[in-house]
């Protein structure tokens, strides 16, 4: 329930603040401990009434009305407590001189205040609130049931999916053919045991239309098939008796097994198969504890039984498929041409009969739609029964967001949308929520998104881990959900960004403005219209005149977070003293921020997440530095040349300082010991005692360096590394270093810590060779970018021994002209090895088994004299192939001849991988002969 989830995203930081405050001095003046002691047991008790609302699934107006007004005084109590903290405290959270000097400074404070403002009255204030809040609740009939019989009366659109025709199908074909031919092959393995197809991806996608399909084509080949339906809160007992009643059709049997107990349904269900090559459908699972019971049911008899199980989740999906004979489906959205078809079929009965003044508006329909077939049949299926008109289209594409609510052609849709949002606890829903901030069709980046999402204050330490370890498990809870979309995954399986897919992001949008979550700003389109609340988060993606009046009528002292995500007149926009109660302020990728006045940015004392990020600012706000409880600052963006302010050290709870150019290590870095990620600091520009403080940031995980050449910076080198023999001792995760040129000989000697994940150094510096410290015992590195002057075959066997390697770059200045023979590397998934003298790499059978790319370079010369193999038929998972021939020394011929046998290699392959071949001409090559080579790259 959204508006729940969005209240509960309310109390969360606020109750955290309300224990807090407990053990701080405030809490020692005169009757404070106890207005706060009785301020955070009304409100825990409303939270726990929150969270059993959570289990309504549809609650009535009263409910809803009660859980706003609670909303609202969650907000209003924390920006109350927060103030008076900082006046109390004199914004500047430091009180030195002990507590005797803070309290006579706190009572002089509080006497200033008197009457005005004190923090008893306000108190009492919010405790008049809450019980009007709470008398409000007990004069409800509060049960949560609506009164009314039927809660929706929408047909379940999965019935199309069941029933649907195989004509009015577009774009299964393909797949349906490939897994129904996979379901009745036997395989390699001589035995006939069941195998288990699962078939995952966002609602809407087709699922349960491609499993019924498959089963359509394949079903005579089986004894007995059943289609059941598991749903979030699955009855087992009745599942188990429909594919009972479903299969009894063929056994004959005509038991009444509704009396039976779950064991007893199991039991008979079993007897009844045990003989029988069943194919059995289970749509819908929603929990491996759901799969694993109902799993049971279906006994393993070697008659070469089938089972499809359809889901949204990805865990759930693999844990159908543990045998190595399963497999998993992951569905793709519809093709453009696809979509059209189905699109226009649907409304014309032919894809050929669109009018062409509908040909823009239709367009950019199903660009909405996104592929989504089930959004694709829910809006044709409206336009279908409208004049064929573009002005009806228009509108219809433009109020798409409130037809998911209100118009019963897509009530269907959002139905469906809707399971997988309810299926989430409170705190995920509310930071999905959440991404309704940024823009249709936006990338969102993992490490800004949970930044944002710790500033706001969703996020609590959990056992054992930190508010940024628990904030990415969160963020990957919602991509194996299916609730957004991954975008570019690396090598590590990490996932750097995400999207929203545009149906979904309306029905966020929807939930978000129902519950005063976001209010989000984009032209004539406005959640600010009808607005009856406080503006409490502000996303602003397109801005004009009229909304910029509109703006200048609005209390903004309430908005907690200021999203800009597109070009807008600054000059004229609001103050930024007018947003006081700021958490977040992210201008990335906002021009035209230059005109804005920033000079009062210290009144933002709450604020903890600022970006100016892509933007073309020359200069900081100089007041900056007096943001006592930033977290975040993010000064990506090219333009900005000036050198880090210096008072930047008095950020003592900075975590996260990211720049784009080279800066000078601060002096007084010591004290930003909260720092997690560092800029790329210029560490020969900065003073010997700024570099020897780096060693003292002791919860430091990336670091970035960059070095100028020449012997005169020997002191520096050697300051250094004592720097970082003192973080070995820490959680250093990333360890990047640049330099202008030369070598990096000086950290032979370092020890890196066992949590090193990253090593990547610049590739105009070099070591000797393989260092020392890279060894098995290094078992958390993940990537490694390192140059070496020589590499023997001992030192490519010391990187292959590495556990955990997952992608290395290698760059040598000498191999010797000869073949490397490689060896171990068990995680590998991308080899890049440049070689200057052209040495030749070899694969061994074993080695580089998940190897997903490889890229080399070298000599055709050196090749040739190894017959020109590489090896690549041992890699199984190899999906490319990149290979740079050098020709020096070599004939046109013997390129070819190279060129020809990598091609032969790759074509052998059952993955069939590409190729992609640069030839490098020789220099001595005269002027046809590079003619011929000048086509560069060579696909296969």
């Given amino acids: 329930m959204e508006v729940v989830s969005a209240a509960h995203g309310a109390f969360g930081p606020l109750l955290e603040k309300l224990t807090a405050l407990l053990v701080d001095e405030y809490a020692r003046l005169k009757g404070v401990r106890r207005e706060i002691r009785s301020l955070r047991s009304e409100l825990s008790s409303m939270h726990a009434a929150l969270k059993e609302y959570t289990k309504l699934e549809d609650p009535n107006d009263q409910v809803k009305t009660w859980i706003s007004l609670v909303r609202e005084l969650a907000y209003d109590t924390e920006d109350a407590l927060d103030k008076f903290v900082h006046q109390l405290g004199n914004g500047s959270g430091r009180h030195h001189g002990g507590f005797k000097k803070f309290f006579r400074k706190t009572v002089s404070h509080l006497k200033t205040l008197g009457s005005r403002r004190g923090i008893a009255d306000q108190i009492d204030d919010l405790k008049d609130r809450i019980k009007q809040v709470k008398e409000l609740k007990d004069s409800y009939t509060i049960d949560g049931s609506r009164s009314s019989a039927t809660r929706h009366g929408v047909m379940d659109p999965r019935l199309h999916a069941i029933f649907a025709e195989e004509a009015h199908l577009v774009g299964m074909e393909g797949p349906r053919d490939d897994l129904a031919n996979w379901m009745v092959e036997e395989g390699n393995n001589s035995s006939k045991h069941c195998k288990v197809l699962s078939i995952v991806g966002f609602g809407g996608l087709g699922k349960t239309t491609l499993a019924n399909e498959v089963r359509r084509k394949i079903q005579g080949q089986f004894h007995c098939h059943a289609f059941v339906s598991v749903s979030q809160k699955p009855d087992i007992k009745k599942i188990i008796n429909d594919v009972i009643s479903q299969v009894s059709c063929v056994d004959g049997s005509t038991k009444d097994s509704m009396g039976w107990d779950e064991n007893k349904s199991i039991a008979k269900l079993r007897e009844m198969l045990q003989d029988k090559r069943y194919l059995i459908i289970i749509d819908d699972v929603w ?13 393993e008899n070697n008659c070469s039984s089938r089972i499809i199980a359809t889901t949204r989740i990805i865990d759930v999906a693999k844990s159908c498929c543990l045998n190595t004979d399963d497999r998993m489906y992951e569905m793709e959205a519809l093709s453009d041409l696809h979509s059209r078809r189905l699109f226009l079929n649907r409304i014309f009965g032919s894809s050929n009969c669109c009018p062409e003044v509908l040909n823009k508006v239709s367009d950019e329909i199903l660009k909405k739609c996104g592929g989504l077939p089930l959004a694709i049949i829910s809006i044709s299926s409206l336009l279908a029964n409208r004049p064929a008109m573009k002005d009806e289209w ?50 969102i980046e993992r490490e800004r998104l949970v930044r944002r999402w710790i500033a706001e204050g969703f996020i609590s330490e959990q056992r054992g881990q930190s508010q940024q370890d628990v904030a990415e498990n969160y963020f990957y809870e919602l991509v194996n959900k299916s609730m957004v979309q991954p975008v570019d995954i690396g090598y590590d399986g990490k996932v750097r960004a995400c999207q ?23 032209g004539g389109q406005t959640s600010l219209k009808n607005h009856h609340c406080f503006i409490r988060r502000l996303s602003v993606q397109h801005i004009d005149e009229e909304v910029l009046s509109t703006l200048a009528n609005e209390d903004l002292s309430h908005v907690r977070s200021l999203t800009v995500t597109s070009s807008v007149c600054m000059k004229h926009f609001p103050s930024i003293i007018e947003f006081e109660s700021l958490r977040v302020l992210d201008f990335e990728d906002c021009q035209g921020l230059q005109e804005y006045d920033m000079t009062n940015i210290d009144k933002l004392f709450q604020l903890k997440y600022l970006s100016f990020r892509g933007t073309s600012m020359t200069k900081l706000p100089s007041r900056i530095v007096m943001l006592h409880n930033l977290e975040t600052l993010d000064l990506r963006m090219q333009s900005m040349q000036q050198d880090l302010p210096a008072g930047i050290v008095l950020l003592n709870k900075l975590q996260y300082l990211l720049t784009e150019t080279h ?3 601060p002096n007084g870095i010591t004290n930003m010991r909260s720092l997690r990620v560092t800029p790329n600091f210029h560490i020969t520009k900065s003073s010997l005692d700024a570099v020897e403080e780096l060693g003292n940031l002791t919860i430091l995980n990336k670091l970035s360096l960059y070095l100028s050449d020449g012997y005169k910076y020997k002191r520096h080198e050697e300051v250094l590394l004592s720097s970082l023999c003192k973080l070995s001792s820490c959680q250093l995760r990333s360890l990047y270093i640049s330099r202008e ?17 990253i090593f990547h150094m610049s590739s105009n510096m070099h070591l000797a060779n393989i260092p020392k410290w890279i060894s098995p015992g290094l078992t958390s590195l993940v990537n490694l970018d390192i140059n070496v002057t020589e590499l023997r075959e001992e030192g490519l066997h010391i990187l292959g021994l590495l556990p955990s390697l997952m992608d290395l770059a290698l760059c040598l200045r000498s191999g010797g002209r000869k073949k490397l023979t490689v060896i171990g590397f068990p995680c590998l998934k991308r080899f890049n090895l440049f070689s200057w003298d ?27 004299a190894y017959g020109f193999y590489l090896g690549i038929e041992h890699i199984p998972s190899l999906k490319l192939i990149q290979a740079v021939l050098r020709n020096e020394g070599a004939t046109h011929l013997e390129s070819k001849t190279a060129a020809a046998a990598i091609r032969k290699e790759a074509g052998a392959h059952p993955n069939h991988p590409e190729v992609c071949i640069l030839e490098e001409p020789d220099e001595d090559e005269d002027d046809n002969e590079k003619t011929d080579n000048d086509e560069d790259i060579i696909k296969q």
């Fill in 663 to 665: 800066h000078k290590v």
């Fill in 838 to 864: 052209g040495a030749y790499v070899a694969l061994t059978k074993g080695s580089m088994r998940n190897l997903e790319e490889f890229l080399v370079s070298f000599d055709v010369s050196v090749a040739k």
């Fill in 741 to 757: 040129w030369g070598s990096l000989n000086f950290i032979d000697s370092w020890s890196p810590p066992s949590s090193l994940q």
């Fill in 287 to 299: 929990s491996r504890q759901s799969w694993n019971t109902i799993k049971c049911a279906f006994p």
């Fill in 500 to 522: 929203v897919h545009d149906m979904m992001l309306e029905i966020i949008i929807s939930k978000s403005i129902e519950d005063n979550f976001i209010t989000v700003v984009c």
């Fill in 394 to 443: 228009e509108n219809v594409k433009r109020s798409i967001g409130c037809a998911l609510e209100n118009n019963q052609s897509l009530a269907g849709m959002s139905s469906i949308l809707s399971l997988s949002y309810n299926d989430l606890p409170p705190n995920l829903k509310t930071c999905l929520l959440y991404l309704s901030v940024f823009p249709e069709d936006y990338v």
